[in-house]
């Protein structure tokens, strides 16, 4: 049984910074494409991210890019999302997931059914 626990979200004002990280458990971490999405209010969920099984590879979203960077610790069997320079447009609730790849490249779709309660993320002005 695949579980995923994001934490690390927060309130902070435009131009600051957090750093969101998921937990992994269930399966062999270090072997698949990590990705986040977020979800903010009255909108469909979204991605934000990926990362390829050694971190060789990442893909953003145009939103985040030089922004936001995603790493992973496999032998923490955790992955992070740092997140700079935010705008309020940033808020949300902030889930991650496994993701496919195309071409090598991770892309932006879920493997899992499973989300779990993600951490809410807010920017204000």
């Known amino acids: 049984q695949v579980q995923l626990v994001e934490s690390g979200g927060g309130l902070v004002q435009a131009g600051g910074s957090l750093r969101l990280s998921c937990a992994a458990s269930?399966?062999?971490?270090?072997?698949?494409?990590m990705g986040w999405f977020r979800q903010a209010p009255g909108k469909e969920r979204e991605f934000v991210a990926a990362?390829?099984?050694?971190?060789?590879?990442?893909n953003y979203a145009d939103a985040v890019k030089g922004r936001f960077t995603i790493s992973r610790n496999n032998a923490k069997n955790t992955a992070y999302l740092q997140m700079n320079s935010l705008k309020p447009e940033d808020t949300a609730v902030y889930y991650c997931?496994?993701?496919?790849?195309?071409?090598?490249?991770?892309?932006?779709?879920?493997?899992?059914?499973?989300w779990g309660q993600g951490t809410q993320v807010t920017v204000s002005s």
């Open positions: 990362i390829n099984w050694n971190g060789g590879r990442t």
């Open positions: 269930g399966r062999s971490f270090g072997s698949v494409a």
């Open positions: 997931n496994a993701v496919g790849s195309t071409f090598g490249v991770p892309d932006g779709t879920p493997i899992y059914d499973y």
